[in-house]
């Protein structure tokens, strides 16, 4: 009898070490030992932390998009408990508006306002993967982005597009800008397993980011590979200088236009579109924002 219960109690610690290794092993794997964070946002506080983001307020505008950038608790906020739609510690929520009409302070009239974050002056790097957990409305034209930007003259220091959606159900793509490879850059990939996991579940769109390369990966898995031997065919490797990062969600213009050639009632929107945002149904949602670096 005290054979058995030494034996069972054996059993059992040797199912506690290994259940204790296990879970120590996958913690590793979720975070890296050996990666440091340097920047984390997991919008659970209050109100979004001004120490970290700016937020753009503008009627300055490119690529034709549809709409002002404003700073306002109407376009930019933070959701939770059911509204957050799984987001554990909430999410923020960048939603555009349909203001007809509406005038900037420098004198431009949009019929759309919207929310543009960057933390630009506040937090730039360079080197490491940056990763956020978002999930999107589905809607032609609608052009939400996740990207890296450098912090002088564009495209000279470079530009990191890790995420963008231009309301093609079937995909996403990752962008390279750089001097000699900007606007129509030949450095553009879409990524069609939208098809099976579409953008209105959550994924984690990441770069991962070397004095050699840029990796894109949706959900860990790396999908495109640019190289600095790639890059220099074109022009100049621009990415070795700190980079910004920056959400924001622009309505219609020349890239989904090019793609989905709609050109009304909105460059880029077409009317069903346009219905969806005038009856609140558009947002971005952002469960976290991290960078590391080993």
Same mark, same amino acid.
């Given at each position: 009898?005290k054979y058995? %219960?030494f034996f069972n =109690?054996?059993? =059992?610690?040797?199912?506690?070490?290994?259940?204790?290794?296990c879970?120590?092993?996958?913690?590793?794997? /979720?975070?890296?030992s050996?990666? #440091?964070?340097?920047?984390?946002?997991?919008?659970?506080?209050?109100?979004?932390?001004?120490s970290?983001?700016?937020?753009?307020?503008?009627?300055?505008?490119?690529?034709? !998009?549809?709409?002002?950038?404003?700073d306002?608790?109407?376009?930019v906020y933070?959701?939770r408990? #059911?509204?957050?739609e799984?987001?554990?510690n909430?999410a923020?929520?960048i939603?555009?508006?349909y203001?007809?009409?509406?005038?900037t302070?420098?004198?431009?009239?949009?019929?759309f306002?919207?929310?543009?974050l960057?933390?630009?002056?506040?937090?730039?790097?360079?080197y490491g993967?940056?990763?956020?957990?978002? #999930?999107?409305?589905?809607g032609?034209?609608l052009? $939400?982005?996740?990207?890296?930007?450098? %912090?002088?003259?564009? $495209?000279?220091?470079?530009?990191?597009?890790?995420? !963008?959606?231009?309301g093609?159900? /079937?995909?996403?793509?990752?962008?390279?800008?750089?001097?000699g490879?900007?606007?129509?850059? $030949?450095?553009?990939?879409?990524?069609?397993?939208?098809?099976?996991?579409?953008v209105?579940n959550?994924?984690?769109?990441?770069v991962?980011?070397t004095?050699?390369?840029?990796v894109?990966k949706?959900?860990?898995r790396?999908?495109?590979?640019?190289t600095?031997?790639m890059? !220099? #065919?074109?022009?100049k490797?621009?990415?070795?200088?700190?980079?910004?990062?920056?959400? %924001?969600f622009a =309505?219609?213009g020349?890239?989904?236009?090019?793609? %989905?050639?709609?050109?009304?009632?909105?460059?880029g929107l077409?009317?069903?579109t346009?219905?969806?945002?005038?009856?609140g149904?558009? !947002?971005?949602?952002?469960?976290?924002?991290?960078?590391?670096?080993?």
């Amino acid at each position: 009898m005290k054979y058995c %219960n030494f034996f069972n =109690l054996l059993k =059992l610690t040797v199912f506690i070490s290994v259940f204790t290794f296990c879970s120590s092993s996958k913690r590793i794997i /979720e975070t890296s030992s050996s990666s #440091k964070t340097i920047f984390f946002d997991d919008f659970s506080g209050s109100s979004l932390d001004r120490s970290k983001w700016n937020v753009l307020l503008t009627g300055q505008v490119f690529n034709n !998009e549809q709409q002002a950038y404003v700073d306002s608790s109407a376009t930019v906020y933070f959701a939770r408990g #059911k509204e957050a739609e799984g987001a554990k510690n909430g999410a923020l929520v960048i939603h555009p508006r349909y203001t007809p009409g509406f005038i900037t302070k420098d004198g431009k009239k949009f019929d759309f306002i919207s929310g543009r974050l960057h933390t630009k002056g506040k937090f730039d790097f360079t080197y490491g993967t940056a990763a956020a957990r978002i #999930k999107m409305t589905e809607g032609k034209g609608l052009w $939400p982005a996740w990207w890296l930007l450098g %912090n002088e003259r564009w $495209p000279q220091t470079g530009e990191m597009d890790i995420m !963008e959606f231009i309301g093609e159900s /079937e995909w996403v793509n990752s962008a390279i800008h750089g001097p000699g490879y900007s606007g129509n850059t $030949p450095f553009v990939k879409r990524d069609s397993s939208m098809i099976a996991s579409p953008v209105t579940n959550w994924h984690v769109y990441a770069v991962d980011w070397t004095p050699e390369s840029l990796v894109f990966k949706i959900d860990g898995r790396a999908y495109y590979t640019v190289t600095k031997a790639m890059i !220099e #065919k074109y022009g100049k490797w621009a990415f070795d200088s700190p980079k910004h990062m920056i959400l %924001n969600f622009a =309505l219609g213009g020349g890239y989904p236009a090019g793609v %989905n050639k709609i050109q009304s009632p909105y460059v880029g929107l077409p009317k069903e579109t346009v219905d969806l945002i005038k009856q609140g149904k558009v !947002e971005i949602l952002v469960d976290w924002v991290r960078v590391t670096r080993d």
